[in-house]
């Protein structure tokens, strides 16, 4: 099994920044891609970046050169830092980790945090 929590949301200035964090811990699997994605009410989820264990990143159109991803994965944590942030970047924001089990039939599994939300304000 693996449980995620991010953290780091919060109100924020149009223009400002924040920086996201989530923890992933994993109990007999492996993790390797981790990614960012984000949900406005009413509106459909939105994927925004990944990161593979080796570091090869991956960006939607609409966050490119304004979001980074990164990650510690001694620490199996995962981050993204926002920056020249606009009010339609306001969505409750999940992280996600695609792991393997360590154990036969070696299951491949998609988990997700339960959100952390992000106000961007005008």
């Known amino acids: 099994q693996v449980q995620l929590v991010e953290s780091g949301g919060g109100l924020v200035q149009a223009g400002g920044s924040l920086r996201l964090s989530c923890a992933a811990s994993a109990t007999r699997f492996t993790i390797n891609s981790m990614g960012w994605y984000r949900q406005a009410p009413g509106k459909q989820r939105e994927f925004l970046a990944t990161i593979t264990s080796g570091g090869s990143t991956n960006y939607a159109n609409s966050v490119k050169g304004r979001f980074a991803i990164s990650r510690d994965n001694a620490k199996n944590t995962v981050f993204l830092q926002m920056n020249r942030l606009k009010p339609e970047d306001t969505a409750s924001y999940y992280c996600?980790?695609?792991?393997?089990?360590?154990?036969?039939?070696?299951?491949?599994?998609?988990?997700w945090g339960q959100g952390t939300q992000v106000t961007v304000s005008s």
């Open positions: 996600n980790a695609e792991s393997q089990a360590t154990f036969y039939p070696y299951t491949r599994v998609t988990d």
